[in-house]
């Protein structure tokens, strides 16, 4: 099935443990996000990747690293999470840097 | 700086229309997107529009004027399957999406 998928669907954490949200897309497109989305707030970008072997930074990367081996998986890793880091985490695509965004189902993450 | 200013909710009648207005204000601009989220999904895109004037598909519509720093969608024939937020979305000179809180709409019978 075409499209982008996420996991874990949702996770509980505790504070201090290393967590890696996994991000995969078999639509070929270029370019991958991470968001963050809290209540009452906008989407925040946290980091993004225009092509494969590229990466940068968003407007709250602090905390969170990833990486773009290949075109399909952007993985995004939180080294030590902490409370404020619980949130609803969305991947997203898009063939080029200008096109429409496609959004996985999200991972909802909280640390204790 | 960057700033998305759209109402926090409204409430429409299912059979009516309605317009959500959305004002911006960014670092260059490469046209803007709305989107679709119902409630504990991921967004949907519903539009783009980087020219001034009126994009239509279907039931929804949406404008842009860029020298006002204006956009608006507009919903006809409303559905209780319309019951959701809706994101609007500039985008920046670094090619970057500027994301509002949403207007979440509620329909009533």
């Known amino acids: 099935i075409a499209g982008i998928t996420q996991a874990p669907t949702s996770q509980i954490l505790a504070a201090g443990r290393r967590m890696t949200l996994r991000c995969t897309q078999d639509m070929r497109h270029n370019a991958m996000y991470w968001y963050r989305q809290d209540l009452g707030l906008g989407l925040r970008l946290i980091h993004y990747?225009?092509?494969?072997?590229?990466?940068g930074k968003g407007e709250v990367p602090d905390g969170y690293s990833v990486s773009r081996a290949n075109t399909d998986d952007f993985p995004l890793t939180l080294a030590s999470a902490v409370p404020s880091q619980t949130s609803v985490y969305f991947c997203?695509?898009?063939?080029?840097?200008?096109?429409?965004?496609?959004f996985g189902p999200g991972t909802r993450l909280t640390v204790l | 700086g960057q700033n998305i200013d759209q109402p926090t909710e409204m409430t429409a009648t299912e059979g009516a229309i309605v317009q959500i207005n959305c004002t911006y204000q960014?670092?260059?601009?490469?046209?803007l997107f709305w989107y679709q989220q119902h409630a504990g999904e991921a967004p949907t895109f519903l539009s783009y529009?980087?020219l001034d004037g009126l994009e239509e598909k279907g039931r929804f519509s949406s404008f842009l004027s860029r020298s006002k720093g204006y956009s608006y969608l507009l919903l006809k024939e409303l559905q209780m399957k319309d019951s959701a937020s809706y994101l609007c979305a500039p985008m920046d000179s670094n090619y970057q999406l500027i994301w509002g809180a949403g207007t979440k709409l509620i329909i009533k019978p």
């Open positions: 990747s225009n092509t494969a072997g590229t990466t």
């Open positions: 529009n980087v």
């Open positions: 960014t670092s260059g601009f490469n046209g």
């Open positions: 997203a695509s898009s063939d080029s840097g200008q096109s429409e965004q496609f």
